[in-house]
């Protein structure tokens, strides 16, 4: 890749914002088509709404086309699934059977393990239905993703404040024209995924800490 610091970011930014324009559009399409009664209720809202425009065939075309991109991104999550215990793991902040190597050259054990805890979550909650408990997984997911993002935005203004003397208000209103409307909506986000999620996210989290701060002073010595 050629001048990948510049082509990388540039092409996330710009991938974020198509992937944002997306989202808004189609959401905001399906909104138009399907009566908000409805789409409160509905467990697939945009094969409901080809169905609705083209025909029953055109629903289970969507379906159908919606079971291939979850194909794809589970393939996707399983290798993040070996891939981000394992550079923890050399780290030094996560047990180091996560960071084992297999004949293939793969993460096996962390990959097992791994998959026996997302299995007991899916137990846990599989009185509640099939909808129900992928959506509260997946909810627990976007939790999991959005915690970073918040922590991110503090550092990037923590930085700021301690490299930086800018006394030029455009200038600082320029600087935290990013990391503040990130913090404010990652916060929101957060807000909006109910008080479940976020009790089951805060209890996961604070079963990590103790592990954490064990291989932390383990690294250290």
């Given at each position: 890749m050629k001048d990948p610091e510049r082509?990388?970011?540039?092409?996330?930014?710009?991938?974020?914002?198509?992937v944002s324009c997306i989202y808004i559009l189609s959401t905001a399409a399906i909104m138009g088509i399907i009566s908000p009664g409805k789409l409160a209720i509905s467990t697939a809202p945009f094969a409901d709404a080809a169905e609705q425009i083209w025909g029953r065939w055109?629903?289970?075309a969507i379906a159908a086309g919606a079971l291939v991109a979850c194909l794809g991104a589970l393939n996707g999550w399983i290798l993040l699934q070996g891939q981000l215990p394992l550079a923890a793991s050399r780290d030094g902040v996560f047990p180091p059977v996560?960071?084992?190597?297999?004949?293939?050259?793969?993460?096996?054990?962390?990959?097992?393990?791994?998959?026996?805890?997302?299995?007991?979550l899916i137990v846990l909650n599989y009185a509640r239905g099939l909808v129900h408990m992928f959506t509260f997984i997946i909810m627990l997911a976007i939790l999991s993703t959005l915690i970073p993002y918040v922590f991110s935005s503090l550092v990037d203004l923590v930085l700021y404040f301690k490299r930086n003397r800018m006394r030029d208000v455009r200038k600082v209103l320029a600087y935290?024209?990013?990391?503040?409307?990130?913090?404010?909506?990652?916060?929101?986000?957060?807000?909006?995924?109910?008080?479940?999620?976020?009790?089951?996210?805060?209890?996961?989290?604070?079963?990590?800490?103790?592990?954490?701060?064990?291989f932390r002073v383990r690294r250290k010595q």
């Open positions: 082509t990388i970011s540039k092409v996330t930014i710009l991938g974020t914002i198509l055109a629903g289970y996560f960071g084992k190597l297999s004949g293939r050259n793969m993460p096996g054990q962390g990959l097992l393990i791994s998959s026996l805890l997302a299995s007991v935290f024209s990013i990391p503040v409307p990130a913090l404010l909506f990652s916060l929101w986000a957060i807000w909006g995924l109910g008080p479940e999620t976020i009790i089951w996210g805060i209890i996961l989290l604070a079963v990590g800490i103790p592990f954490f701060y064990i």
